[in-house]
């Protein structure tokens, strides 16, 4: 119906200016004010599109990001093989976004001292 695509876009904007707002706040380091930001667009992604949408798979890898920038690996670690495990089931292993999440994820471990769990992605 028109009211459902009306609440759907207006949902989707609201969850791009998230997005935007969080970004800048990256941008300029403040990573704990940009994390909630973050944390609620993929949220609202995760409710409005799913777990394997585009959309939702940024905004996870954002907040893995977001996370690892502070060091929180342990945290950003399950986001990472989340968005990555998506990635290899809907685009497949030489995907250039799926590439580039193996390399996010491989950086995180590398950070980690995990080399072991680095070395087979």
Known sequence: SARLQAERAKRQTSTFTLDILAQELQAQGKYNEAEPLY?????MDREALGTRHPNTL???NNLAQVLQAQGKNDEA??????????QRATLGSRHPDTLCSI???GTLLHGKGDFTAAEPL
């Not at 944390?39 to 949220?43: C, F, G, S, T």
């Not at 670690?77 to 998506?86: C, F, G, H």
């Open 39 to 43: 944390r609620e667009a993929l949220e």
């Open 58 to 60: 940024i905004a996870i």
């Open 103 to 105: 390399t996010k994820l």
């Open 77 to 86: 670690e399950p986001l990472s093989r989340e968005a990555l495990e998506v």
